[in-house]
Nanobody
Framework: QVQLVESGGGLVQAGGSLSLSCAASGRTFSIYASGWFRQAPGKEREFVAAATYGGNTNYADSVKGRFTISRDNAKNTMYLQMNSLKPEDTAVYYC??????????????????WGQGTQVTVSS
């Protein structure tokens, strides 16, 4: 069993930066994919970024060039560095871990373990 706990959310002005962390306990992130998703009020949960055990990454077009995902496999921790934030980035951000898919998948159904979410609010 894997438990994921996000931290680092908060309120920031447009153009600012935030860094999210996701700590895994119970088991390691393992060789499978891990990723970040977000859900804004009234919208569906959407893919943000994913990373593989070996360091390959995948990003949603909306965050490409602004967000960076990384994993520290030794520390069982995943990060999301968010720069040049926009009001439309406002959402609850969730980290997720797969137990079957090794590539940087963007499909939420490929992820089995989910964190509780952390709020990111970007003011204009």
């Amino acid at each position: 069993q894997v438990q994921l706990v996000e931290s680092g959310g908060g309120l920031v002005q447009a153009g600012g930066s935030l860094s999210l962390s996701c700590a895994a306990s119970g088991r390691t992130f393992s060789i499978y994919a891990s990723g970040w998703f977000r859900q804004a009020p009234g919208k569906e949960r959407e893919f943000v970024a994913a990373a593989t055990y070996g360091g390959n990454t995948n990003y949603a077009d909306s965050v490409k060039g602004r967000f960076t995902i990384s994993r520290d496999n030794a520390k069982n921790t995943m990060y999301l560095q968010m720069n040049s934030l926009k009001p439309e980035d406002t959402a609850v951000y969730y980290c997720a871990s797969s137990r079957s898919v090794p590539w940087a998948t963007s499909s939420a159904s490929d992820y089995y373990y989910w964190g509780q979410g952390t709020q990111v609010t970007v003011s204009s």
